[in-house]
């Protein structure tokens, strides 16, 4: 009848920490929070459903944990015990597709296309592999269904926890199209701000706005924030060892031995900042977003993303930006398992000295209005209007 694919995203349910509940039954039903110890200065890696009701969130000091959820029962993270029960989870996705990626420690997509003929079979296939999961390895998971990654991804997480949807394509317009842009992935607060201010409140708003006004306020990106709300171009699935066009290029290291040694951290960023640059150079691109992965001895991992107004590709420039990326996450003293520095959004660009020169005065020119934060404020909003060419004019006029 048509050739839409069918895509289900799994994501399991608070992960680490219903791997504990399961593993200590005296846990089931209570407040438990994985990460630092009490009293350290740790951070929540995450909590069950039980600690959320009090506010507890991934990424919370654990200081604040505390205060909010003083009976909660704090756990240090058991990283190994976590990556066996992932490979037990993708072990069992296999069964249900040829096509499973998975994109995290606790996420997946497969490909499902052709193995059910209707919404109700798909419900079938969910239900099924949600059994199997519970059966097998005692854990609950969320799954959504769609045709394309993107409203599978925001259907999975509608009925959290446990959950299963559907969208088949009658639901598109009814559970997709009504919710808030926010739900997008790619949509900031400032974007958000800006798409209010055109009457762009749900992501049915932005699907139908025509392409060329949003073109014409946010550039090349407007074409990218239309197609995401219509949820082209994300109906690709990749089996496991197959490798995608590069969009982005990164490279990250696990050291041999974990640390907490600032010299031997810098070290590390700077070697990585250099091989991602170079790859960039001789991949004869660059890229505006600088993306900065840290995971603790616990697998506990976290990360941090900036987009830039100007084209990324100078060792140096990714080396400062990393840096400083890597210390807004990094919780001092507690020792680092693996780092990784990925540079997206790319661009093809040609490396010439002239060009260098421009970005490395960009960048200084950048940090220095940093501290003038009514100016960055201003400057912030020209660029999400205009884009990047107002920075770089800006730049020619000695603005910075
Ligand atoms: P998530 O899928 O984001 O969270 P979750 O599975 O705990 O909860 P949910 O039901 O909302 O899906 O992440 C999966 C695991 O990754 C999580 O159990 C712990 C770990 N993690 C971190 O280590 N750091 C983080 O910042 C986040 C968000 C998760
Ligand atoms: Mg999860």
Not at 112 to 125: F, M, N, Q
Not at 163 to 186: F, Q, R
Not at 295 to 318: C, H, L, M, Q
Not at 350 to 374: A, P, R, V
Request: hydrophobic share 35%; with cysteine.
């Amino acid at each position: 009848m048509n050739n839409k694919k069918r895509i289900m995203h799994v994501d399991m349910d608070a992960f680490f920490a219903s791997i504990e509940q399961r593993d200590q039954p005296i846990l089931k039903g209570k407040p438990v929070i994985i990460g630092g110890a009490r009293g350290g200065r740790g951070v929540v890696s995450t909590c069950s459903y039980e600690a959320r009701n009090y506010g507890v969130k991934s990424a919370m000091p654990i200081a604040l944990a505390v205060k909010k959820c003083p009976r909660g029962i704090f756990i240090r993270p058991n990283g190994e015990k976590y990556v066996y029960t992932s490979i037990k989870v993708i072990e069992i996705l296999q069964g249900y597709s040829s096509k499973v990626e998975p994109i995290s420690i606790d996420e997946a997509y497969l490909d499902i296309t052709g193995t059910a003929k209707d919404p109700d079979g798909e419900r079938e296939i969910g239900n099924s592999l949600k059994r199997e999961i519970k059966k097998k390895l005692g854990l609950t998971c969320s799954v959504g269904i769609a045709s394309n990654r993107i409203f599978a991804k925001i259907a999975a997480n509608m009925e959290k926890p446990d959950g299963l949807t559907i969208i088949g394509e009658d639901a598109v317009k009814l559970k997709i199209y009504t919710l808030p842009i926010s739900e997008l992935v790619g949509v900031g607060e400032k974007t958000e701000k800006i798409l209010r201010n055109m009457g762009i409140k749900t992501i049915g708003d932005l699907a139908v706005y025509p392409q060329n006004e949003l073109k014409r306020v946010f550039g090349a990106n407007g074409e990218a924030l239309s197609k995401i709300a219509k949820g082209e171009g994300s109906d690709r699935v990749l089996s496991i060892g197959e490798k995608e066009d590069a969009k982005s290029i990164g490279n990250e290291h696990t050291l041999d031995r974990d640390t907490s040694n600032e010299n031997i951290i810098n070290m590390l960023l700077l070697r990585l900042s250099g091989k991602v640059g170079r790859r960039l150079r001789e991949s004869g691109v660059a890229g505006r977003t600088v993306a900065v992965k840290l995971r603790y001895g616990d697998f506990s991992t976290f990360s941090k993303r900036k987009t830039y107004p100007f084209f990324i590709w100078n060792d140096n420039v990714i080396y400062s930006i990393s840096k400083e990326l890597f210390y807004t996450i990094y919780k001092r003293f507690n020792k680092i398992r693996l780092i990784g520095i990925t540079v997206s959004g790319l661009s093809k660009h040609c490396h010439n000295d002239n060009d260098s020169e421009i970005q490395t005065e960009l960048f200084t020119g950048l940090q220095k209005i940093q501290k003038s934060e009514k100016l960055i404020k201003t400057i912030d909003i020209l660029k999400d209007v205009y884009g990047e060419k107002v920075v770089k004019r800006a730049a020619y006029l000695n603005v910075f």
